[in-house]
């Protein structure tokens, strides 16, 4: 656990406050060490896009993955790869999955007359956040690891990140704006918490 703390703050005052929430401490760190493991990619399996896909490797000379008959099927001549290979072909799918999720929000605002911001968008493997809009640059980073909840989740983080553009808080009518675009946003991002 790591404690930033007004240097006003007495050593004694943060180790009591520790053993206060020690109980919600623990419980928290658990909760991300499970999110963690739901987004991990290992020998066996990974989770892509809410599903859980078997993993086999196959030695061929053919360098690539691919999503056939309900498995993810890595060809490679260099089995102790194939996890750096399938983290790449998810990042691509993904990088491809927020292209067309962000025409499908772009021309939802357009629909009601809204004209969205030029917006770029980048994949990033955060840590602590699903997502964050610099909107002053034009700039959503989504988190790589939403790759392994469904597309609604996805795009629940998308729009959210959008709202920001019109509305740089948390607000009622921050909730409004998103609500009234992606009704079913608490019931598919609640899947992140």
Excluded at 40 to 46: F, G, K, L, V, Y
Excluded at 64 to 69: F, G, I, Q, S, Y
Excluded at 78 to 92: G, I, Y
Aim: glycine content about 2%.
């Amino acid at each position: 656990v790591y404690v930033s703390a007004n240097t006003r703050v007495s050593v004694k005052r943060i180790e009591e406050i520790l053993t206060e929430r020690a109980e919600f401490i623990l419980k928290a760190a658990e909760q991300l060490k499970q999110r963690d493991l739901r987004s991990e990619i290992t020998a066996d399996s990974m989770r892509w896009l809410g599903r859980e896909y078997d993993v086999r490797v196959i030695r061929n000379f053919s360098e690539r993955v691919a999503l056939e008959d309900d498995e993810l099927r890595v060809f490679t001549s260099h089995p102790e790869q194939a996890a750096t290979m399938l983290r790449e072909w998810a990042a691509d799918r993904f990088s491809e999955l927020l292209a067309e999720l962000n025409d499908q929000v772009r021309s939802s605002l357009l629909s009601a007359g809204i004209t969205p911001p030029p917006t770029r968008i980048s994949i990033k493997d955060m840590k602590t956040r699903w997502g964050s809009c610099s909107y002053t640059r034009g700039h959503i980073s989504m988190n790589l690891r939403l790759m392994a909840y469904p597309r609604e989740t996805v795009l629940s983080v998308l729009w959210h990140e959008y709202a920001h553009y019109w509305h740089h808080d948390h607000s009622e009518r921050f909730y409004g704006f998103l609500l009234r675009f992606y009704p079913d946003y608490h019931k598919w991002n609640r899947l992140l918490k």
